[in-house]
């Protein structure tokens, strides 16, 4: 079974507007943590926003945020006021406590930002 | 300061070659990991280093993936008898503390990419 479902191939998104890219995730572990990472065609993996299983609260980092819906298993991220420099592969990540040391990644998400 | 840097950035081998990929971590970074990120998908785990420990090697597809870091520091990942569904991007990561932290962030390199004709 897919432990992290990224069910967007692309999204398009017009230059200012807000944009939720999707994630859901699959893990019988209590103890866990979400990540999002942007990979530009550069191709190095640029680290956003960190959400932990035990967070009260949403997180936010800049223009972006996390939409964690615990009990649907999702980590939707939202990037606010987009821009052109947003456009990138963005891939939603787990790691598990019980885990070991792997990072587990989604297909990603193409997203192009409209001018 | 510098990032994690990768070379080379791209490398085609013919099938059965063997090849070397080296990964530069961030200076005093204590964790590395390697991932293989095939065409279209995200990057698979496939070993972890603390210092020079290989602590989880669990994510090798094969005995042909061998991966070392002899002094804590610079990392190879070498693949013997190289075969075409090798054809990859190999990101090297690595992040200041030990990996037992959920929410330590890794840091990574832009990646090899190895095309096996």
């Known amino acids: 079974a897919q432990k992290i479902t990224q069910t967007q191939p692309g999204m398009f998104v017009q230059e200012k507007e807000a944009v939720t890219l999707d994630c859901t995730y699959d893990?019988?572990?209590?103890?866990?943590?979400l990540f999002w990472y942007k990979q530009p065609s550069s191709g190095e993996m640029i680290f956003l926003i960190y959400?932990?299983?035990?967070?009260?609260q949403n997180a936010t980092e800049g223009r972006y945020s996390l939409n964690f819906q615990k009990a649907r298993k999702s980590a939707n991220l939202v990037i606010s006021a987009s821009q052109l420099g947003d456009s990138a592969m963005y891939f939603c990540?787990?790691?598990?406590?019980?885990?070991?040391?792997?990072?587990?990644f989604g297909a990603g998400t193409r997203l192009f930002v409209k001018a | 300061g510098a990032g994690v840097s990768q070379s080379p950035r791209y490398k085609v081998a013919k099938r059965g070659q063997d090849v070397a990929l080296r990964c530069d971590p961030i200076?005093?970074?204590?964790?590395l990991f390697w991932y293989q990120q095939a065409l279209g998908q995200g990057p698979e785990f496939l070993t972890y280093?603390?210092?020079?420990?290989?602590?989880?090697k669990s994510g090798l597809p094969s005995d042909r993936f061998f991966a070392e870091r002899p002094e804590g520091s610079v990392s190879t990942l070498k693949i013997q008898r190289t075969q075409q569904e090798d054809s990859a991007v190999y990101l090297c990561?690595?992040?200041?503390?030990?990996?037992?932290?959920?929410?330590?962030?890794?840091?990574f390199g832009p990646g090899t990419r190895l095309l096996v004709l």
């Open positions: 280093f603390q210092n020079e420990a290989q602590l989880d």
């Open positions: 990561a690595s992040s200041p503390r030990l990996a037992g932290m959920i929410q330590e962030t890794q840091y």
């Open positions: 990540a787990m790691r598990e406590r019980n885990g070991g040391f792997k990072t587990i």
């Open positions: 893990t019988s572990d209590p103890s866990y943590g």
């Open positions: 200076s005093g970074h204590v964790s």
């Open positions: 959400q932990g299983s035990y967070d009260q």
